[in-house]
């Protein structure tokens, strides 16, 4: 697995990173034993970074990585977790006090004293225009409570505004091929700033899995079910705001011009994660068999694959299928 900077921290983490909303109630119930097992398997994997939030099961997902991390002997593994979403996103909820707040109730349930990676969780983007909110960030660095911060955003202009925070470790921002806005601008100023940018929702909420056609269903209490127009969240975070009938049509495409032996997935994270810019793409896992397929595409990065081609047909199905309807929007 390709270990890649994780800006200037001094860090290093894998192309190919978990993420691990599904271990919270969102995706279906996993067993704390079959999320242990993910967590295991990844890390076996060279996965070296864990993306977690403080209300992915209300904290759940940051118990579970907390217990794997206090019984295994894995080393070398950076936890990013998240901030900012345990109370209405308004922007008077966006300060110091809350912060120490939510950091305290992180860092009990991961069993650091010094948080890894800190992210706000998508904010308002006067959260992020706001002097006043990267000051306590640094402040907090300063104390030893976090050891670098990032945010993670929903629309272009939110990158932008924080690109140009001097102390950014790192971005993180829906990117597949069925959004590739972040390719005209964010991309390339986060590479001239040395900024990480980790790639979320990568499969666009299992849709660039090859597996669904346009009669599969999900249960009531998946976000697949009930975010489908943004009723809960924000549209984009569900099936990267596609629809999801043209999602499984344009997946169908690109899963048609793949060669014996190289599923949707794996293609979907390798040309992800080898675009300039990305230091790592954040798949998410719900099962032990997932997690492994997930970290064995980094190995398409050495060779075996025509990425450059596939991008070819990635560019021109967006073009054709989505970008007039989804380039305008984040």
């Not at 948080?115 to 006043?132: I, K, N, Y």
């Not at 924000?234 to 043209?246: A, H, I, L, R």
Request: aromatic share 6%; glycine share 10%.
């Amino acid at each position: 697995m390709q270990q890649r900077p994780l800006s200037r921290t001094g860090r290093e983490v894998s192309a190919v990173g978990l993420g691990t909303w599904q271990l919270g109630p969102d995706w279906g119930g996993v067993g704390e034993d079959e999320a242990l097992a993910v967590l295991r398997t990844a890390a076996d994997a060279g996965v070296t970074l864990f993306d977690t939030a403080d209300v992915y099961g209300d904290g759940r997902s940051e118990e579970i990585i907390g217990k794997f991390l206090t019984g295994t002997d894995a080393t070398g593994i950076t936890v990013a977790t998240k901030m900012g979403r345990r109370e209405d996103q308004v922007p008077e909820n966006y300060v110091m006090e809350n912060f120490r707040g939510w950091l305290d109730r992180s860092r009990r349930l991961l069993g650091q004293d010094t948080l890894d990676l800190v992210q706000l969780h998508c904010p308002p983007s006067a959260v992020l225009d706001d002097d006043a909110t990267w000051d306590a960030l640094d402040q907090l660095v300063t104390e030893g409570v976090i050891a670098a911060y990032g945010a993670s955003v929903e629309t272009m202009d939110q990158a932008l505004s924080a690109l140009q925070r001097p102390h950014l470790t790192n971005l993180q921002i829906i990117f597949n091929p069925f959004r590739l806005k972040p390719l005209d601008e964010v991309l390339p100023l986060a590479a001239e700033k040395n900024v990480a940018v980790l790639a979320r929702v990568p499969l666009a909420s299992g849709l660039l899995s090859g597996k669904y056609t346009a009669d599969t269903t999900f249960d009531k209490d998946d976000h697949r079910t009930y975010n489908r127009n943004g009723e809960a969240f924000d549209k984009g975070e569900t099936f990267s705001g596609v629809p999801f009938d043209e999602g499984v049509a344009a997946a169908d495409e690109l899963k048609a011009s793949l060669p014996e032996g190289v599923t949707l997935p794996a293609a979907t994270l390798a040309w992800i994660a080898s675009r300039t810019g990305i230091t790592s793409v954040i798949p998410g896992a719900r099962s032990v068999s997932q997690a492994a397929s997930n970290a064995a595409a980094g190995d398409l990065l050495d060779g075996g694959f025509d990425i450059a081609a596939f991008d070819t047909l990635v560019r021109d199905v967006y073009d054709r299928r989505l970008r007039a309807e989804i380039h305008p929007q984040w």
